[in-house]
Structures are given as structure tokens and as C-alpha cells.
């Protein structure tokens, strides 16, 4: 089945103590993307990468850390978490970067920052 | 850079209205315009893609059509369903708007 996978789906964390949230997808895209969620804010875009070992910021990049050494994994790292960085990430895959091709969504890390 | 707009931010119709949800964009140098639905606590769904020389897609009960010109996209949905309720947000070019909450009532 295609699909992108993302964990955890729920992470509890402490200020300062650095995670790791994993995106992986089976589809062989090239394009993938985090996203954070907020209310009344939408979709944001934390970074992108357009095919692997390229990398670019999107619209908030600040707190986050990004790296694509293979195709199908794309980690988000939060080197010392912030309870401002409590939001709702999700990763993002299509075959090619915006270029008319169907994106597909992981389900969600809800992240809480205490 | 490129802002994206969805009015309104909700709705609430009885079962079987025709509605229509709105997206307006300020950038028309877009690559393509997609429709998403996102069910409360999981991810988003593609519903239609629209690439940047398409006027308009179809799926179903769905409709969405792109007027790059006067930078706006609308879905039409057609004799809506309480299955249908759901946030729609709209991306161009993978950048999102704040979405439409959709209720439709029995």
C-alpha cells in the first residue's frame, strides 16, 4: 500500500531534550515536505527537500533540522524543543516537487513541549 | 510570496444542499491547485488536483475549477452528505490555506 508513515503518532517531551520525528514513504517520491499545524493558522511549511541530500527552508524553518541521505526517509529533529514548537507535524511526499503531482500526507505527530 | 485564503473558515448546511467553498491566491504564477480533506485528528487526503494549464477537475460530487487571471479556485460540492464533513483546505503549489470547516447536518 502507498503510503507515508510517520512516528510516534503522540510525543510527550521536556524543553531542551532533543527528538527525532521519522517520516518514511514507499511511493519512490522525489518531493517531501514537514508541515506544522496550528490552530487558526493552517499549514506552515518547516522545510522541504526536493530529491535526496537537497534541502531548503520553507516559511519556519527557526528550531527545526532537516536531512534527506536517502529517498524515502526525511527525519524532522528539534534540537532543543520549546513548548512553542507544540503543534501538529505532519511529512509530506509527491513524485515531483510542486510541479502537478497528487500529495500524499502522513497522519500526524501531535507533539507536546512542557 | 504567495498567500492563500479560504473564506469562509466555516459552514454549516443541511444534508443534500449544493455548496460551494472558496480559495483565493495572490500569486498566479502557480504550478497547480490542490483540494485536500482532512478528517478531525488525521492527515490530509488529496480530493482533486488541478495542474497550472487545467481549468477545472471532477471527481464524483466534486467539482473544482482555477481562474488563474482573477486568482480563485472554488469546490462545488454536490448534494452534500453528513460523510462530507470535514476540513477543505486548498494548496498552490504545496502552500496552504487556513481551510473551510464543513457541518452538514441530517
Known amino acids: 500500500e502507498a503510503q507515508v508513515t510517520q512516528n510516534p503518532r503522540y510525543l510527550i517531551t521536556v524543553t531542551g531534550k532533543k527528538l527525532t520525528v521519522t517520516c518514511s514513504q514507499n511511493?519512490?517520491?522525489?518531493?517531501m515536505s514537514w508541515y506544522r499545524q496550528d490552530p487558526g493558522l493552517g499549514l506552515r511549511q518547516i522545510y522541504y527537500?526536493?530529491?535526496?541530500?537537497?534541502?531548503d527552508k520553507g516559511d519556519v524553518p527557526e528550531g527545526y533540522k532537516v536531512s534527506r541521505k536517502e529517498k524515502r526517509n526525511f527525519p524532522l529533529i528539534l534540537e532543543s524543543p520549546s513548548p512553542n514548537q507544540t503543534s501538529l507535524y505532519f511529512c509530506?511526499?509527491?513524485?515531483?516537487?510542486?510541479?502537478?503531482?497528487?500529495?500524499?500526507f502522513g497522519q500526524g505527530t501531535r507533539l507536546t513541549v512542557v | 510570496k504567495q498567500e492563500v485564503t479560504q473564506i469562509p473558515a466555516a459552514l454549516s448546511v443541511p444534508e443534500g444542499e449544493n455548496l460551494v467553498l472558496n480559495c483565493s491566491f495572490t500569486d498566479s504564477a502557480i504550478y497547480n491547485l490542490q483540494w485536500f480533506r482532512q478528517d478531525p485528528g488525521k492527515g490530509l487526503t488529496s480530493l482533486l488536483l488541478?495542474?497550472?494549464?487545467?481549468r477545472e477537475q471532477t471527481s464524483g460530487r466534486l467539482n473544482a475549477s482555477l481562474d488563474k487571471s482573477s486568482g480563485r479556485s472554488t469546490l462545488y460540492i454536490a448534494a452534500s452528505q453528513p460523510g462530507d464533513s470535514a476540513t477543505y483546505l486548498c494548496a498552490l503549489n504545496m502552500r496552504f490555506g487556513a481551510g473551510t470547516r464543513l457541518t452538514v447536518k441530517p
Open positions: 488541478i495542474q497550472s494549464s487545467q
Open positions: 511511493m519512490n517520491h522525489e518531493y
Open positions: 527537500s526536493m530529491n535526496v541530500e537537497v534541502t
Open positions: 509530506a511526499s509527491s513524485l515531483v516537487g510542486f510541479a502537478g503531482t497528487e500529495a500524499f
